[in-house]
């Protein structure tokens, strides 16, 4: 019997966030109507080709939520005694079996994490999660713990609402939370060709089409729980099975969705047209550069009159690199920061 497991149990290596290096200067004091928040950010170099990154110093972020530039009050480089990290791996189970071609790549990957990532391992289904590896710091296990997706189809599978599912079993902590999503990213449940309004053949009134791509409805329920949640998104292409599978509008359509997912969620989405690549190690090549060059931004956000995600943008001004950040960030509202301290 298959057990979908809806708690995640989590070993991790001691450590803290908020242990951050000396400043060079005092922090500002913080605005008055604002409250503290933080969330991770990552700096990547600009060229794909170049994997060297500058170190950040707090003087050089730049936190803008509207017009209104926030005051930085600490940052914490992802390393060290603050390099502990969760990482969750999720597969999807309408993946095709040749799939299998890379699970080399992915057991390599899992195996060269440092011993401060505790990973875990999930199938995705049916709308939730599978969990085959709760999080770990034996690599060699979780590793082990890949296998060929089943290439099936279920009743409702959705890779967005599956994230959603492991969202809301995993515990709150203050370290770095990112998952690798290897998907289509074609929701089954509710795309394209269950909502497209029928076309009148005779045309005139009624007659509709659809000419731009279609986006779930559950990528953005996926987007606002991942940045509710602070966890960073990256994905993987790989093709589905069956006829939806091997559509070109579904396919694009998927990848449409899982860029946005990422990309609002502070990660980016890999793929390669509509093929499956010859290796995924370039990829996870490169979400390694990411995940070695992340930060702890600590800032004073402007509440509103509910706690809720506020936009915000994230830059620098030093050459070479960009700060990709999530965007938007949960700030308490003003009596629920206050009630806190």
Known sequence: ??????????????????????????????????????????????????????????EDFTV???????????WVPGRGDSAVLQLFLLIDETSDTSLGSQLADLRAFVNAQPPTTAIGIGY???????????????????????????GSLSASDSPYLSLVSLLKGWPESKVRR?????TDGIDRLRGYAASAPRIN???????????????SPDVDTASRAAQRS????????TRGVGHIGRSSLEATNGQNGLSKLTDETGGE????????????KPYLDRIQVYL????????????????????IKISTEVPKVEVVSADSVWVPAAGQAAAKK
């Open 1 to 58: 019997m298959t057990i979908y497991k809806s708690v995640l149990g989590v070993s991790l290596l001691a450590g803290s966030v908020l242990a951050a290096p000396p400043a060079t200067t005092a922090p500002p004091a913080a605005a008055p109507g604002t409250v503290g928040v933080h969330m991770v950010v990552t700096v990547e170099p600009l060229s794909e080709t170049d994997n060297t990154v500058a170190s950040l110093g707090r």
């Open 64 to 74: 803008r939520q509207g017009k209104d530039r926030l005051a930085v009050t600490d």
């Open 124 to 150: 995705m289904r049916n709308t939730t999660i599978n969990i085959v590896q709760n999080f770990t710091n034996d690599h060699a296990q979780a590793a082990n713990a890949l296998r060929l997706p089943l």
């Open 178 to 182: 990112e998952v690798i999503m290897v």
């Open 201 to 215: 053949p005779r045309g005139g009134v009624g007659a509709r089409e659809f000419s731009m791509p279609y986006i």
């Open 230 to 237: 602070g966890v960073i998104v990256y994905s993987i292409y």
């Open 269 to 280: 989405a890999f793929y390669l047209g509509l093929a499956n690549p010859v290796s995924f």
């Open 292 to 311: 070695d060059n992340q930060y702890f931004l600590a800032f004073q956000a402007k509440p509103g009159k509910k706690a809720g995600l506020q936009r």
